[in-house]
C-alpha cells in the first residue's frame, strides 16, 4: 500500500492532485516513526483518537476514500481504483 501511495504522488506531482494516509495508530509517535520507517511522501492525519475512523464508519484497513476537487467523495474501498483517479485527475486538469 505504502509503495502504491508514493508512486501516485510521483504520477501526479504535477497536477492538481494530493494524496493523503489516516493514521490509526494509538500513539501518534508511533505513526511517525512508521512515516519515517517506510519513507511517505506523502502526509497523514493523526486519529489516534478515531474521530476520523468513527465518523466514517471505517471498517477495515486500508480504506480509500476517492474525493474530487469540489469535495465530494466519488468512491469508497479497499483497492485504489487508479482509473478513477486518472479520470478526476483530468477532468480537473
Known amino acids: 500500500m505504502f509503495e502504491h501511495g508514493r508512486s501516485l504522488v510521483k504520477q501526479y506531482e504535477n497536477y492538481p492532485f494530493t494524496?493523503?494516509?489516516v493514521c490509526c495508530a494509538d500513539d501518534p509517535a508511533a505513526g511517525?516513526?512508521?512515516q519515517k520507517e517506510h519513507d511517505l511522501n506523502f502526509r497523514s492525519f493523526d486519529d489516534s483518537g478515531a474521530r476520523i475512523e468513527q465518523g466514517y464508519g471505517l471498517l477495515g484497513y486500508p480504506t480509500i476514500f476517492i474525493i474530487d476537487h469540489k469535495g465530494k467523495i466519488q468512491w469508497i474501498g479497499h483497492?485504489?481504483?487508479d482509473n478513477l483517479v486518472a479520470k478526476l485527475v483530468a477532468d480537473i486538469k
Do not use: R
Request: proline content about 0%; glycine content about 12%.
Open 32 to 34: 511517525l516513526a512508521m
Open 79 to 81: 483497492e485504489m481504483n
Open 19 to 21: 494524496y493523503l494516509g
